[in-house]
């Protein structure tokens, strides 16, 4: 069965997502997108695969991105800096129960 991973990165950060996929034998389809309360500009990634590949796929979003999450630190909420690398990259995974290529 086919697999449909979407990913939502920040527009900026888009460019090394779509390499480390292509590097890693994956090709995308992508699309402008905005949303949030800001309506902040972002890329939304589009990659089908087969169901046994999703794991793949995943691993060059783990490998590849991170986020910067809140810490509470007695009481306070402090920003800890993340990694270098694509931050906030929000990923979703569907069936594809029909699929035709033209």
Do not use: H
């Not at 292509?22 to 992508?30: I, K, L």
């Not at 402008?32 to 902040?40: A, H, I, P, T, V």
Request: aromatic share 8%; hydrophobic share 40%.
């Amino acid at each position: 069965m086919k697999k449909m991973v979407m990913a939502v990165v920040p527009r900026d950060q888009a460019s090394r997502l779509l390499e480390c996929l292509v590097d890693a034998g994956f090709s995308a389809t992508y699309t402008e997108s905005r949303g949030g309360m800001l309506r902040q500009s972002q890329e939304s990634l589009f990659i089908t695969v087969d169901e046994d590949q999703v794991d793949d796929v995943m691993a060059v979003f783990r490998g590849d991105c991170t986020a910067s999450l809140p810490q509470r630190t007695f009481g306070a909420v402090e920003e800890e800096e993340s990694e270098p690398g694509i931050s906030g990259a929000v990923v979703f995974v569907w069936d594809i129960d029909r699929m035709e290529t033209f």
